[in-house]
């Protein structure tokens, strides 16, 4: 709610969404950020993360 409203007044708010588990031996020691990439390489993950699009 907080998020939406510095957007609506034309804040600038980046925000990173991960996603992970807290069950031990359930993936625990892995984590994810989703990014718009063009393509999928390493190159244009670092660029959507440096121009902000996550």
Do not use: N
Not at 5 to 30: K, M, N, Q, W, Y
Not at 32 to 37: E, P, Q
């Amino acid at each position: 709610m907080h998020w939406d409203e510095l957007l609506d007044a034309g804040r600038v708010c980046p925000a990173i969404a991960t996603d992970d588990s807290h069950h031990p031996g359930f993936g625990s020691d892995h984590a994810w950020t989703w990014v718009r990439a063009a393509e999928h390489s390493a190159a244009a993950e670092l660029r959507a993360l440096a121009t902000d699009s996550f």
